[in-house]
C-alpha cells in the first residue's frame, strides 16, 4: 500500500514531492498524562504519523519524495485568552513558519525526521537509548534478580547512545551480548537445514562518489608530489575516476548488517559471530555513485565441531538491473557446531594456499593510528574498532582494525604491482581472516604471480602475525612472470644503466669546483623506472656548495623539480639521442614541482655527454 501510495504521488509530482505532517507538541512529552481526557490523550498519541511518515520517506526516497513531521507551539483561535499576552506574543504562528518553509523547500535533503519548534526556536528530536547490560551468562541461569541488580545501569542515560540505521544497531546489539555470553544452545539438524536457502530482503544501498573516496582513504590511498597514481580514486574530477574493485564489499556488508540473523537460523544463537572469510567477484565496472539493491541467501551451513560456518551469497544489482557483483560471507560461530551437520560445501568459493617459494613481490605500508576511524565511516560502526574500554572488554589492548580494512589494502598493493592501478583488470578477490591488524601497524602484502591470478598474504612487520592468508586475485588479463624478490629487494636498483651515469655525474659536480651550483641553484629528485614501476630515487643538490648527488631522496630538503622515467629514456636523455620537449610531449618524462628549472639540467648533461 505504501509503495503504491507513493508511487501514485510521485506520478501526480512529477517524480518530486515534499510533506510536512503536523502533530501537537505535547504528544511528544509525557508531561501532560493524566492531565487530559484519555480520548484527547489518544488522539495526541504520535507514533501512527510518526511512524507512518517516516515508513513514508523510505519508500518515497527512490521517487525523490520527501516526508518529514513538525511538532510546532502555536497560538490559535481555540487557545486565545488562555494564555497571558506575553504568552501570546511570543507563540505567534509567524515564529513557526519560517521552520516549515525550510522543511518544504528543495534545498532541505533531510528525510524522515521529526522536528519541534516555537517562537522562533527549534530541534530536531529523536529516540535514543542507554548502552545497556549484557546480565545473561553461560554458566548461570538468567533470573529477575539480575535485572534488579542491573536495572540502574538499564536506565543510565548518561552515555546514550544513538542509531540511524539497522545498519548500525544490530551490530552493536550483537557485540554487547558476544563480550558477555558463550551460548551453549545447539539446533537440531532439522534447524539447520531448513535455514539453509532462506533469502534475505535488504534495503537499497544508495551512495555517491563521497562514500567511494572516504572508502579509499579508509584502506590507506594517498597522494604525493611524487606520485599522484591513486589520485583517480581520490578525486571525482579525474578523467578515469573510479571506486577500487574491494569497495564491492561494503555495500553488500550493509545488506547483512540489516538482517537479523536470529531469524534466519531459529534459536540458534548468534552471539559469538566472527566475520571468517571474504570473496568479492566484480561482474561490472562498479559504479561510482548509485543506488544498488541485493539479493541474499544463505547458501549453506556447515559443522566445524567447535563452531558453525555460515556462508552468505548476496549479489548486487545497479538501476538497471544489470549484476555489479556477488560476495561470499564466510562467518564463524564459535561454539554453535557439534550439531551432526557436514563439514565441507561445494559451494565455498575456497582460498589458494601461498606456494612455498619467496614471493615474486612484496610491498609494506604502514598504517595510520586513525586507520580505523577513518574507515569505520564506510558503514562498520562497530564500537569494537573506536571505544578503548569496549575493545578491552573483548581482550584487546586497542581498538582493532577492521578486517576488511587490511583486505582493502592488499587489494590496493596488488592494483599497484601488477594492475598499473586499472580497477579492469581484477575479477575476484578471497582472503582468510587469521588474526587482527592494531592501527599504527604496518601491512607488508607478500604477492606470488602465476599468471591470471595473483596469491598473497599479510603479515605484520612489528609483530611476524600474518593477518591474511589463503588470499588470491584472479585477475582479467595474465600479467608476465617476475623475477622472485624477498622484500629487502624490492625496489633493488641493482643492474641499471643510469646508476653508472649518475657516478659519473658525481665526477662532473666533483670537479666544477661549485661553478654548477652557481649556476643551476636546484635540487632535483629523479625517479627511475623500470616496467612502468619505480626502481630507483636519485637526488642531485646543485643548490647547497660544493653540490652533492646521492641515491635516495632528498635528505631534509624539499626537490624543487621532480623527474620520472625510465631507464632508458634517462641514457637517451643524457648522452643526445632523445630530444627532452619531445620526450616530454609523449610522456616519456612526467615532471613535477618547478618544470622551468628542468631546463638548467642542460648544463650538466653537456659536460657529460663530453664524456
Known sequence: GLVGFANTLSKEGQKYNIFVNTIAPSAISRLTEGLMPPEATELLKPGGLVGFANTLSKEGQKYNIFVNTIAPSAISRLTEGLMPPEATELLKPEYVAPVVCYLCHEIC????ILIESAGGWAAKVRLQKSCGV??????????????????????????????????????????????????????????????????????????????????????????????????????????????????????????????????????????????????????????????????????????????????????????????????QFSTFVVGAGGFGGKR?????????????????????????????????????????????????????????????????????????????????????????????????????????????????????????????????????????????????EVGSTSQLKSDALFEQMKEIVKTSDGELVKKIKAIYLWNITKDGKTVSKWTVDLKNQPGAIYSGEPKGIKPGCTLTLSDDSFVGLVNGDLNPQQAFFQGLIKITGNIMLSQKLQLIFNEQSKL
Not at 619467496?358 to 580505523?372: L, R
Not at 562497530?382 to 576488511?404: K, R
Not at 590496493?412 to 601497524?441: E, T, W
Request: hydrophobic share 35%.
Open 134 to 327: 549484557a546480565m545473561r551468562r553461560s554458566d548461570k541461569p538468567f533470573t529477575v534478580e539480575d535485572v534488579r541488580d542491573n536495572w540502574s545501569k538499564i536506565c543510565d542515560m548518561s552515555h546514550s547512545v544513538y542509531h540511524t540505521s539497522n545498519m548500525e544497531a544490530t551490530p552493536y546489539t550483537l557485540t554487547e551480548i558476544v563480550n558477555k555470553l558463550t551460548s551453549d544452545t545447539r539446533s537440531s539438524p532439522t534447524d539447520i537445514n531448513s535455514a539453509i536457502g532462506y533469502t534475505f530482503s535488504p534495503e537499497p544501498f544508495t551512495y555517491t562518489h563521497r562514500d567511494v573516496i572516504l572508502y579509499a582513504l579508509g584502506i590507506g590511498a594517498n597522494i604525493s608530489q611524487e606520485d599522484n597514481s591513486e589520485l583517480k580514486f581520490l578525486y571525482e574530477g579525474h578523467e578515469e575516476f573510479s571506486a577500487i574493485p574491494s569497495y564491492g564489499v561494503i555495500p553488500a556488508q550493509s545488506a547483512m548488517m540489516g538482517v537479523s540473523m536470529a531469524a534466519v537460523l531459529g534459536n540458534f544463537h548468534m552471539a559469538n559471530l566472527l566475520h571468517g572469510e571474504q570473496y568479492v567477484e566484480i561482474k561490472k565496472p562498479i559504479p561510482t555513485s548509485g543506488t544498488l539493491t541485493h539479493k541474499a541467501v544463505v547458501r549453506d551451513i556447515l559443522d566445524k565441531k567447535s563452531g558453525a560456518v555460515i556462508l552468505v551469497d548476496v549479489e548486487s544489482f545497479d538501476e538497471l538491473g544489470e549484476l555489479i557483483c556477488f560476495n
Open 344 to 488: 565441507s560445501s561445494d559451494y565455498v568459493k575456497p582460498t589458494v594456499a601461498t606456494p612455498d617459494r619467496p614471493p615474486s613481490a612484496s610491498i609494506k605500508e604502514k598504517t595510520a593510528s586513525s586507520q580505523a576511524a577513518l574507515y569505520r565511516l564506510s558503514g562498520d560502526y562497530n564500537p569494537l574498532h573506536i571505544d578503548p574500554q569496549f575493545a578491552a572488554v573483548g581482550g584487546f589492548s586497542t581498538p582493532i582494525l577492521h578486517g576488511l580494512c587490511s583486505y582493502g589494502i592488499a587489494t590496493r598493493h596488488i592494483l599497484k604491482q601488477y594492475c598499473n592501478y586499472d580497477v579492469n583488470m581484477i575479477k575476484s578477490i578471497k582472503a582468510r581472516f587469521a588474526k587482527p591488524v592494531l592501527p599504527g601497524h604496518t601491512v607488508q602484502t607478500n604477492m606470488w604471480n602465476e599468471g591470471n591470478r595473483i596469491l598473497f598474504n599479510c603479515k605484520i612487520i612489528e609483530t611476524g602475525d600474518t593477518v591474511l592468508t589463503g588470499g588470491c586475485i584472479e585477475l582479467n588479463a595474465t600479467v608476465p612472470t617476475t623475477n622472485t624478490v624477498t622484500p629487502s
Open 109 to 112: 535533503k533531510d528525510n524522515g
